[in-house]
């Protein structure tokens, strides 16, 4: 086994992956109910577009919010597709996301092929010197951003009057709809920022390479560390992330299973996802609204 | 002629048309069509596997491709290594995918809807990355290989008399399946789908028959993998993953996971359709518009397109009654939507 310094100074990077891919899960949870299995997905077409945008010689920094327009759109054209089955229970519309995942795929494959894509970093490369082991910057980047839209965020949802409204129709629709609250634009703003949240992740996470299958399917790791926040608290997702990238990087610097390093990140976030669920008393999971 | 019988007929009419159509067609369309009969049956299976356990009991599972898989590698080593006769084999195979069924099915015996939806995802995606994905266990990439059957002196070869085994054996299951949706099994599943406590309360066992549910569903699932692999000839690593769980889940439930016949327009939407709008467009481009179409019919029609066909008949029936003036015509019934 290495030193354990830079094993946790990986865990808390890898942790930060997860966590920022973890928050978008959230809000939209949190403000609408449902729950994002097309999260992974919104956030790698985010990701290659980027990526194509800057083989156009367009810069990074222009580039990245030019593809953040279009996760924002894209999370308009979610929260009006999802209009017809706002009545209907929480699995149904958790399908319709599992549909949106299968078209994001494909269109992906359509346009960019299955072969992984170079993505750009924002940051200069090289790094920071910690405790012996070299921290890239564009790993400190993603810890620096993730917290700040932790803080961000849960300031937004504390003091503005939008974040109060998204709050609001959370607890509960009806009664936010008859004190004044527009639902239906709720619903939007929320899908759009948790539309953008999913490209920042995808973008910032993506360097230098990634392929669709795998972007996508980090959705499960984000459900993990999000089910360690209980799917509400955006404080406690970050930590959840972390201890799940702990989870991940610790056993995979033992030497017996370093060649197996590629299995664990799956098979931790199973065992965490059934373990939460299964452990938590099932009330405290449902307690909020209507469950199907 | 009552409501009833007139229902009864059109039933009978519809399957007596779709098993007229599964005869004549291999038949009729050019010889390479009946290899996308074939995937169609094979689907079919699969799509069968989710309406037992979706849309007898209630229970969700995003993990079928698994056991689908294990049904498959189970068949490749039966009748390739252990030279199993392939009829022997078939059911073996199915068995072979019940463990894991049954495995994947533990966290239902706490979990509902969302959670038990994470928690099979989690699950699929682990056996991918621990199994599927090793190839010193299913060889990886260049994957194994399947022979056609050859039994009774008769050559399974052709894709057209493989596609006339793999009709027999769905026929087989769908039989299965509505004679267990009949009887004391299928109440007890209903009662479980239609509201957990209730059912309890009834004295029916939830972990007994949701354990049930998920060893009949990978059952189902593992023969549709063995004949899926002998179909395909060979299968890889990537056969089986998490996204063929998503396609066959959400392709069921936009085409009726309530019903028998919504297995069977599951294997068709994702095969004949493509297949028969392929010279249209492009592939992907085609693929793209398929699954947006899939999409908003989703929205639409969230009880799925044979739910949507159900009314359609509604409509038919209170039409037919009507014009014959039968004493029995119920008044007609304003939509609510």
Redesign the interface.
């Known amino acids: 086994m290495r030193s354990i310094g830079p094993v946790l100074i990986l865990g808390l990077a890898t942790g930060s992956i997860y966590a920022l891919t973890a928050l978008g899960v959230v809000i939209v949870y949190k403000a609408t109910g449902v729950?994002n299995?097309a999260h992974g997905a919104m956030g790698m077409v985010a990701a290659f577009l980027f990526s194509s945008l800057t083989r156009q010689a367009i810069p990074t920094l222009l580039a990245a919010p030019v593809a953040l327009v279009f996760s924002a759109a894209l999370g308009v054209a979610v929260a009006y597709?999802?209009?017809?089955?706002r009545r209907?229970?929480?699995?149904?519309r958790?399908?319709?996301m599992?549909?949106?995942?299968?078209?994001l795929?494909?269109?992906a494959?359509?346009i960019w092929g299955i072969r992984p894509r170079i993505v750009p970093s924002l940051f200069p490369s090289g790094g920071v010197k910690i405790i012996g082991f070299v921290l890239g910057y564009d790993q400190v980047g993603i810890i620096v951003i993730t917290l700040g839209l932790v803080g961000g965020l849960s300031a937004f949802f504390r003091y503005t009057k939008l974040g109060v409204g998204i709050r609001a129709v959370s607890s509960d629709q009806d009664a936010a709809a008859l004190q004044g609250i527009n639902v239906t634009r709720i619903t939007v703003v929320a899908w759009v920022l948790g539309s953008v949240l999913a490209g920042i992740a995808g973008i910032l996470i993506s360097t230098p390479a990634a392929d669709a299958?795998s972007l996508?399917?980090l959705v499960?790791q984000a459900?993990?560390a999000a089910?360690l926040g209980r799917l509400v608290s955006l404080p406690a997702t970050f930590v959840g992330g972390i201890v799940l990238g702990l989870l991940t990087t610790v056993p995979a610097s033992l030497e017996i299973l370093r060649p197996h390093a590629?299995?664990i990140p799956?098979?931790v976030?199973?065992?965490l996802?059934?373990g939460i669920?299964?452990l938590r008393s099932?009330t405290s999971?449902?307690a909020r609204g209507n469950?199907? | 002629m009552s409501e009833a019988e007139l229902r009864r007929r059109i039933r009978l009419g519809a399957w007596g048309a779709a098993g007229f159509l599964a005869i004549v067609l291999p038949f009729v369309l050019p010889a390479y069509w009946s290899f996308v009969l074939v995937s169609a049956v094979t689907t079919s299976i699969v799509a069968l596997s989710i309406v037992v356990l979706t849309g007898l009991v209630g229970q969700?599972s995003?993990c079928q491709a698994t056991f689908v898989g294990f049904g498959a590698y189970a068949s490749a080593r039966l009748t390739g290594d252990a030279n199993v006769p392939f009829l022997i084999a078939l059911p073996l195979s199915g068995l072979a995918a019940v463990p894991i069924g049954l495995l994947a099915g533990v966290?239902a015996l706490?979990?509902?809807?969302?959670?038990l939806?994470?928690?099979t995802?989690?699950?699929g995606?682990?056996v991918?990355?621990?199994i599927f994905?090793n190839s010193t266990i299913t060889g990886g990439i260049s994957g194994v290989s399947f022979e056609r059957p050859k039994m009774f002196g008769l050559d399974f070869a052709g894709d057209r008399s493989f596609y006339f085994l793999a009709l027999a054996v769905l026929v087989l299951l769908i039989v299965f399946t509505v004679n267990v949706r009949r009887g004391k099994t299928g109440r007890a599943f209903a009662a479980i789908r239609d509201g957990e406590v209730a059912a309890a309360a009834s004295g029916v066992s939830l972990a007994r028959y949701k354990m049930m549910a998920f060893a009949l569903s990978a059952f189902f699932a593992g023969v549709g993998g063995a004949l899926f692999g002998h179909a395909t000839l060979s299968v890889n690593s990537s056969s089986f993953?998490?996204?063929q769980s998503?396609?066959f889940?959400?392709i069921t439930?936009?085409a009726g996971v309530g019903s028998v016949a919504g297995a069977l327009l599951a294997g068709m939407l994702l095969n004949i359709m493509p297949k028969a709008l392929s010279g249209i467009l492009p592939g992907?481009?085609l693929?793209?518009i398929l699954?947006?179409l899939?999409?908003v019919q989703?929205?639409?029609a969230?009880e799925g397109i044979v739910g949507q066909m159900r009314q359609q008949e509604d409509a038919v029936v209170r039409w037919i009654l009507r014009r014959r003036g039968a004493p029995d015509a119920p008044a007609p019934v304003l939509e609510g939507r």
Do not use: H, K, W
């Open positions: 729950l299995f597709g999802l209009r017809p089955l209907a229970p929480r699995l149904t958790a399908i319709f599992l549909g949106l995942l299968a078209l795929q494909n269109l494959t359509a299958f996508t399917l499960i459900f993990a089910l590629q299995v799956p098979v976030s199973f065992l996802i059934v669920l299964m099932e999971l449902i469950e199907a | 969700i995003l966290p706490r979990l509902r809807g969302l959670y939806a994470i928690a995802l989690g699950f995606a682990a991918q990355a621990t994905g993953d998490v996204f998503i396609t889940v959400t439930i936009i992907n481009i693929l793209v699954s947006t899939l999409l989703l929205a639409v969230p």
